[in-house]
């Protein structure tokens, strides 16, 4: 693990920097506060800091208190040096963000003592941020297939269009959805159905662009956001996607299976005017007219899915709803 010691006097540091090297610690070494915080503002920056108080620049207490507040992740256990013992100094160190200090001259089993609580307190919060970021993950990725769930997806939608719209750029929009995905459930069994779900997310994700988002909208429908593509690009993804995903049969456990997607498709560029509500309505409706036209295939929506989006009586149709 690396430690940061921060002295202006040379000669404690380099005691100090032999002491830690010996315990087996990666030692950086700075002799002023100013490049104590220097040190700590990196990316690959030390986990545990030893800051001598009393530094020019900045003194230990400045630079406790500029991690605490510019740095709060990932945490770093911060002891202070300090040959100061009055109560009052002490709490000072401490309320600045200090976890701990030491009193100079101070006995090295002390020091390492003290080292072994740091590293088991950074050992307790890396796995609590672990146990955070699996929480998040779940809240907003679909548990099947590993993509943005319906809700996060059309969050991200919003974001989306609303940004598209500010800085005068197209966004595309597909909604794909499998075909005769019903007969695979009904004849083959939810653990095969699955299996061709996940297939068919790792054909989409293989085929976008790293900042293009993906999400499961319904049962076997998917909803995918291309920023910067007008209609011709939307259109090419559209096709590149429904040829990657029938190209070849899924292997199955009940053997191999050959699926097909169809697709409604829609730049926001053609129609500037249209909240993301709309939009989604626009590319319902057309992912339904290719359904209507024979299945796998791509289906740009037009005037009449204008139309009918903006019908008074229009129902959208739930998740995972079959398409005709």
């Not at 921060?6 to 990666?26: F, N, P």
């Amino acid at each position: 693990m690396k430690i940061l010691i921060a002295d202006d006097e040379q000669v404690s540091r380099r005691m100090l920097q032999r002491l830690l090297t010996k315990w087996g610690y990666e030692v950086i070494s700075a002799e002023d506060g100013i490049r104590a915080w220097e040190q700590l503002n990196t990316p690959e920056a030390p986990r545990i800091a030893l800051l001598d108080w009393m530094m020019p620049g900045r003194n230990g207490v400045d630079v406790c208190r500029d991690v605490r507040a510019h740095r709060p992740e990932p945490y770093t256990y911060i002891l202070l040096l300090t040959a100061k013992d009055a109560k009052e100094s002490v709490v000072e160190g401490l309320e600045s963000g200090a976890d701990d200090y030491l009193t100079k001259p101070f006995h090295p089993q002390e020091l390492k003592a003290r080292l072994r609580v740091g590293i088991r307190l950074l050992e307790l919060e890396d796995t609590l941020v672990q146990a955070r970021e699996a929480m998040r993950f779940k809240a907003t990725h679909d548990a099947l297939t590993g993509v943005w769930n319906r809700g996060t997806i059309l969050e991200t939608l919003d974001r989306e269009v609303t940004r598209s719209g500010r800085e005068g750029v197209s966004l595309g929009v597909l909604i794909g959805d499998l075909d005769h995905f019903k007969s695979v459930n009904d004849t083959c069994g939810h653990l095969t159905g699955d299996q061709v779900l996940r297939e068919t997310t790792a054909r989409i994700q293989s085929c976008v662009r790293p900042y293009d988002a993906v999400g499961r909208f319904g049962g076997e429908e998917f909803l995918i956001l291309l920023p910067g593509c007008d209609a011709t690009a939307t259109a090419d993804k559209a096709e590149q996607l429904r040829a990657t995903i029938g190209q070849c049969a899924v292997e199955t456990l009940a053997g191999p299976l050959r699926i097909t997607m169809s697709f409604g498709a829609i730049a926001t560029a053609n129609w500037p005017d249209e909240s993301p509500n709309h939009i989604l309505l626009m590319v319902d409706a057309a992912l339904y007219r290719a359904k209507e036209e024979g299945r796998n295939r791509v289906v740009m929506a037009g005037a009449a899915e204008h139309d009918e989006a903006h019908h008074p009586s229009l129902e959208f149709s739930s998740p995972g709803q079959e398409k005709k």
